[in-house]
């Protein structure tokens, strides 16, 4: 099988030669300059010792803010910069990118903000949303042997607004402006319906991502009966759109805690989840007790890579049983931080390697 096929099947509970092998997250900008003092080439790609499967790749179709919002620093503080990126969020950041940022400001404070930041930056019509090079990039998909997947980060129905609003805003605004909160998540998603639709209709794609986000060491930022009311209606929308286009698979991101949200996703029409943080409470066995046909990746802990060899043996040591059931990508569930050596990543992804049964 091919990387594309590999996928597809793995995703699907369809029968593969073997589940992908991918690293699904990177490392975190400090990780990887120790690893270039501990071995790693100074000019190597990270991933190129390992033999990874293709991951998948994205249409660079613009999702987002077209035009986007003028990147600017705003304030040099020596070892951080306050700045506004392209999505209009005015952030405190580290200049090593070692940690998450500080939000300090967001573009959208009330209705008109909303309705002006529509109008001038989300139609889903602006023919600049499309590369110059869409035409030959068709045929280029035609010929891949890799998945495509069409929307990313920074996209969904919470996830979005909230980078539009910022988080404690968007949870007041369920209860102070619930018409708001319900025009924004209706909008983006005939507005990503429209834009999927553009793309669904010159390639086949092989699955569709939703980015949340939308949940905490302690569980998911909103009630099940808030999902319900606001996002519930548009999950549906969105996934059955896309399965009636042919794509099978329907994937969400969420960091945190996410058994109350899975059965939710579900609900809704996903197909998987990940990345299954386990310093949130997750455990992909016990998901997989619940939600015997939920796709899921990750789930490995990424601690266990910085505390040595035998703590990864017993991370790793859930993996056999995990593939025997199928529809599971064993991966490292978010980024590597950079107490992990570039020893322990390559004991840990050579590990993997072998008991994936990649040659």
Known sequence: ?????????????????????????????TALERWRKEGLGRDQ?????????????HPPVNLGYCPAFKEEVLEDLGDALIHR?????????????SSMPKFLSYPVKDRDDWELLKAERLDPDDPARFPPNWAQLVKD?????????????????FGTPRDMMGAEELLMAFHTDPTLVKDIMTYLTDFWIKLWGKVLDSVDVDAAHIWEDMASRNG?????????????PCYRKITRY?????????????????????????????????????????????YRQRHPRLAMLGGLDKRAMAAGKAAIDQELAKVPD?????????????????????????YFNFRLKELIGKK
């Not at 025997?324 to 978010?334: E, F």
Request: one cysteine or more; charged letters at 30%.
């Open 242 to 286: 896309v399965k009636r286009r042919g794509v099978r698979i329907v994937t969400v991101d969420s960091d945190g805690d996410c058994r109350e949200l899975a059965p939710l996703f579900m609900e809704g029409g996903v197909t998987g989840v990940w990345p299954f943080e386990v310093q949130a409470g997750n455990d992909v066995r016990e």
């Open 322 to 346: 995990m593939l025997k059931h199928g529809g599971y990508v064993p991966a490292p569930d978010h980024l590597i931080p950079h107490d992990v050596s570039w020893d322990n990543y390559s």
């Open 220 to 232: 998911s930022l909103i009630s099940p009966a808030m999902f319900r009311k606001f996002m519930l």
């Open 85 to 97: 990126d392209a999505k209009g969020i005015v952030k405190k950041d580290k200049k090593d990118r």
């Open 1 to 29: 099988m091919n990387d594309r096929e590999r996928f597809v099947a793995t995703l699907c509970f369809e029968k593969a030669d073997r589940a992908p092998f991918i690293p699904l997250f990177g490392p975190w900008g």
């Open 141 to 157: 998909y035609a010929r891949r042997d890799y998945p495509l997947v069409i929307g990313w980060f920074p996209y969904g129905l």
């Open 45 to 57: 790609d990270w991933r190129q010792p390992f033999g990874f499967d293709k991951q998948w790749a």
